[in-house]
């Protein structure tokens, strides 16, 4: 028998997966329907976090627009910013900057991720 508390991790699971697989309408009608826009998984990771650092730009627009915050860090110090410096992800870089993202906030910032591993370019 599963309660109330289980059927709710399970689908703050499936919220999560969403945002790392890309699925942009079942994630944004949870929004839509009262799910906070911030919310973070056991790490301090955010919806918008996971969607940037898997190369969602659709999904990070989109979260951006129901007011997700751009400059949250998860528990480790990372921004989603500096996620998206690292594993290149252009797309999502631009539309985090476009919404005010800070490249030199965080552990290590987006700023210093770019000067590590040559991706300068991407932060211009």
Same mark, same amino acid.
């Given at each position: /028998? !599963?309660?109330?508390?289980?059927?709710?991790?399970?689908?703050?699971? #499936?919220?999560?997966? /969403?945002? $790392?697989?890309?699925?942009?309408?079942?994630?944004?009608?949870?929004? #839509?329907? @009262?799910?906070?826009?911030?919310?973070?998984?056991? !790490?301090?990771? !955010? *919806?918008? !976090?996971?969607?940037?650092?898997?190369?969602?730009?659709?999904?990070? #627009? %989109?979260?951006?627009?129901?007011?997700?915050?751009?400059? $949250?860090?998860?528990? %480790?110090? #990372?921004?989603?910013?500096?996620?998206?410096?690292?594993?290149?992800?252009?797309?999502?870089?631009?539309?985090?900057? @476009?919404? @005010?993202?800070?490249?030199?906030?965080?552990?290590?910032?987006? $700023?210093?991720?770019?000067? /590590?591993?040559? %991706?300068?370019? *991407?932060?211009?």
């Amino acid at each position: /028998m !599963t309660g109330p508390s289980d059927e709710a991790d399970e689908v703050t699971a #499936q919220l999560f997966d /969403m945002a $790392r697989s890309g699925d942009a309408d079942s994630l944004l009608a949870y929004v #839509q329907g @009262g799910v906070p826009v911030n919310l973070t998984d056991a !790490t301090g990771n !955010t *919806l918008l !976090t996971l969607a940037a650092y898997h190369g969602h730009a659709d999904i990070v #627009q %989109r979260l951006i627009d129901a007011g997700a915050d751009v400059n $949250r860090l998860n528990d %480790r110090g #990372q921004s989603p910013l500096a996620g998206a410096i690292f594993k290149a992800e252009e797309l999502v870089v631009s539309v985090l900057i @476009g919404a @005010g993202a800070d490249p030199d906030l965080g552990e290590p910032s987006a $700023r210093a991720l770019a000067a /590590m591993f040559g %991706r300068e370019s *991407l932060l211009t």
